[in-house]
């Protein structure tokens, strides 16, 4: 193993440590932020069609 490769394996050693320490509170903040996300993705859905059905009013 050459030292960049030591020095890798370290630094994902330590990664995976520190998530398995807090991995409660990560799966929950991971939980909150997909919920946010797809709240995000529904309101941009919404203002398209909220928009094509304002230029199909006009349109008429």
């Excluded at 520190?18 to 991995?23: G, L, T, W």
């Excluded at 409660?24 to 309101?43: P, S, V």
Aim: aromatic letters at 18%; a positive charge.
């Amino acid at each position: 193993m050459t030292p960049n490769a030591g020095v890798l394996f370290l630094i994902l050693a330590f990664f995976a440590w520190q998530f398995y320490k807090h991995r409660k509170a990560i799966l929950h903040n991971m939980k909150l932020y997909g919920e946010y996300f797809a709240n995000y993705l529904r309101f941009k859905v919404d203002e398209k069609k909220k928009r094509r059905s304002r230029k199909c009013e006009e349109d008429v």
